[in-house]
T-cell receptor, first 112, second 114 residues
Framework: QKEVEQNSGPLSVPEGAIASLNCTYS??????FFWYRQYSGKSPELIMF????GDKEDGRFTAQLNKASQYVSLLIRDSQPSDSATYLC????????????FGTGTQLKVEL | KAGVTQTPRYLIKTRGQQVTLSCSPI?????VSWYQQTPGQGLQFLFE???????NKGNFPGRFSGRQFSNSRSEMNVSTLELGDSALYLC?????????????FGPGTRLTVL
């Protein structure tokens, strides 16, 4: 079982719709969870991170964490073509300092 | 506030050579982590330096090494380059440790080994 799992996609959504990206993790003791966006040929850009159960909202983005189910998701409201990118989920475990373990990413395509 | 900077942005080397990559973190950040990104393996953690000390290390051979200076700038070195070392090398900057700690990536250095 991979430590961090994401559906590779592509996930296609129409412009203006809600895109839902999911991530599961295997280590129940994981502390904090990160979502990065990566455009082709560019470096990952931090969207948001969450470390408490529940929802965290920032603009059009909402991260949802359910530690009991070992599940974290990212919702993108009012999706725009500029949101088309690969979304990487990353997990930090206790005792690992700032080491992040990444999933393989989900490719999102927002269609006009 | 300036972001994370990495130099050089692109490098072409031949097998057997060595290479040194540099990373300057965001001002005030004390932690620098290095990652390797390849199409096949994705993003993999190399090592982290915090206050000039290596705090964590990933599963990479000893040819990969790093260090951090007193001004938090970090370098990583790869000796005896192999074709499989061709990758995007990313450094990430964090202010400190702890679960509420953000981590920001630099633009990366793209290394091609011929």
């Amino acid at each position: 079982q991979k430590e961090v799992e994401q559906n590779s996609g592509p996930l296609s959504v129409p412009e203006g719709a809600i895109a839902s990206l999911n991530c599961t993790y295997s280590d129940r003791g994981s502390q904090s969870f990160f979502w990065y966006r990566q455009y082709s040929g560019k470096s990952p850009e931090l969207i948001m991170f969450i470390y408490s159960n529940g929802d965290k909202e920032d603009g059009r983005f909402t991260a949802q964490l359910n530690k009991a189910s070992q599940y974290v998701s990212l919702l993108i409201r009012d999706s725009q073509p500029s949101d088309s990118a690969t979304y990487l989920c990353a997990v930090r475990r206790p005792g690992g300092g700032n080491k992040l373990t990444f999933g393989t990413g989900t490719q999102l395509k927002v269609e006009l | 506030k300036a972001g994370v900077t990495q130099t050089p942005r692109y490098l072409i080397k031949t097998r057997g050579q060595q290479v040194t990559l540099s990373c300057s973190p965001i001002s005030g950040h004390r932690s620098v982590s290095w990652y390797q990104q390849t199409p096949g393996q994705g993003l993999q953690f190399l090592f982290e330096y915090f206050s000039e000390t290596q705090r964590n290390k990933g599963n990479f051979p000893g040819r990969f090494s790093g260090r951090q200076f007193s001004n938090s700038r970090s370098e990583m070195n790869v000796s005896t380059l192999e074709l499989g070392d061709s990758a995007l090398y990313l450094c990430a900057s964090s202010p400190r440790g702890g679960p509420d700690n953000e981590q920001f990536f630099g633009p990366g250095t793209r290394l091609t080994v011929l």
